[in-house]
């Protein structure tokens, strides 16, 4: 299981790549894994507020519905409109073509929240 050394991670099982002011936001190859074939991505609107914690989209599954849980705060700036057409990107390539959204963050020390490599691959198990 894929868990790259330079993302960071949420208990929630999105991972963030931080690119200056901007989290760019997607699933873990562990979450897909757990959830089947994606069929369908439903993400906020560029300029929608996100908050720390709280839902951002979800990801449906021919097994389950599961919601997607912001690791930062900001404003979406940029949302990954592919996915709409190819939910199944996220199965495919869950760190590179599958990111979901780009949050400028408002509250950087967010980010110190979030778990490194070594600790997600200890929280799943891995």
């Not at 330079?6 to 991972?15: F, I, M, P």
């Amino acid at each position: 299981m894929a868990v790259p050394n330079e993302l960071k991670y949420s208990k929630e099982h999105e991972w963030v790549k931080v690119e200056g002011n901007v989290a760019v936001i997607g699933i873990t190859d562990f979450a897909q894994s757990e959830l089947g074939d994606i069929v369908f991505v439903e993400l906020p609107e560029v300029d929608d507020e996100v908050s720390e914690g709280e839902t951002f989209g979800s990801v449906e599954s021919v097994k389950t519905v599961s919601e997607l849980y912001s690791p930062v705060s900001g404003k979406v700036v940029e949302v990954n409109e592919s996915l709409e057409d190819e939910p199944e990107a996220v199965n495919e390539s869950p760190y590179e073509k599958a990111w979901m959204v780009k949050v400028e963050l408002s509250d950087e020390s967010e980010l110190d929240a979030l778990m490194d490599a070594a600790g997600y691959e200890e929280m799943i198990g891995e």
